[in-house]
T-cell receptor, first 113, second 112 residues
Framework: GAVVSQHPSRVICKSGTSVKIECRSLDFQATTMFWYRQFPKQSLMLMATSNEGSKATYEQGVEKDKFLINHASLTLSTLTVTSAHPEDSSFYIC?????????FGSGTRLTVV | QQQVKQSPQSLIVQKGGISIINCAYENTAFDYFPWYQQFPGKGPALLIAIRPDVSEKKEGRFTISFNKSAKQFSLHIMDSQPGDSATYFCAADTSGNTPLVFGKGTRLSVIA
């Protein structure tokens, strides 16, 4: 089946540093990748939509300068959390339409200390 | 404005029983209704999905019932097992590579 590989699964970083999260579609081409954020015991909150070769579209209230999204190829999209702070600690998940439904990555648990 | 309303928020079911989770939507343009299962620390996994041209879809122990006129759909888990304990999300989408609209989730606990 369609797989979206997301790395890292867990990351702990110091406040003020940047963290990059990668999502790769392994057996299909993803022209669009959706990035979500999920707080404990809550639903998924859409942060942004990335399209291959163009600028990402951010949801209202999401800082585009803090959450940098790059979709350089049809199989790779990255989310960089810049100058991370403790309030950025969360579970980040990517998703893409594989043609047989939306496939999600396994998520990245970011902890900023 | 929440476009997909999901209930209950949490559910406890005895092993072997039937788990039922309900969702209601408002946007009549939605034409794809998936259910996702999420275990702690993992991404959501597609469980089963339905389109509005059918009223029911069954895959193993999982069944979606769809009522287009009422704008409601539900997930039934037959013979519920402890391994089914997870959070379940309903979602809805319109055609065209647009993001899913999620319900708030239901935490299911199946007890022996």
């Amino acid at each position: 089946g369609a797989v979206v590989s997301q790395h890292p699964s867990r990351v702990i970083c110091k406040s003020g540093t940047s963290v990059k999260i990668e999502c790769r579609s392994l057996d299909f081409q993803a022209t669009t990748m959706f990035w979500y954020r999920q707080f404990p015991k809550q639903s998924l909150m859409l942060m942004a939509t990335s399209n291959e070769g163009s600028k990402a579209t951010y949801e209202q209230g999401v800082e585009k300068d803090k959450f940098l999204i790059n979709h350089a190829s049809l199989t790779l999209s990255t989310l960089t959390v810049t100058s991370a702070h403790p309030e950025d600690s969360s579970f980040y998940i990517c998703s893409a339409d594989s043609g047989v439904g939306y496939t999600f990555g396994s998520g990245t648990r970011l902890t900023v200390v | 404005q929440q476009q997909v309303k999901q209930s209950p928020q949490s559910l406890i079911v005895q092993k072997g029983g039937i788990s039922i989770i309900n969702c209601a939507y408002e946007n009549t343009a939605f034409d794809y209704f998936p259910w996702y299962q999420q275990f702690p620390g993992k991404g959501p996994a597609l469980l089963i999905a339905i389109r509005p041209d059918v009223s029911e879809k069954k895959e193993g122990r999982f069944t979606i019932s769809f009522n287009k006129s009422a704008k409601q759909f539900s997930l039934h888990i037959m013979d519920s097992q402890p391994g089914d304990s997870a959070t379940y999300f309903c979602a809805a989408d319109t055609s065209g590579n647009t993001p899913l609209v999620f319900g708030k989730g239901t935490r299911l606990s199946v007890i022996a």
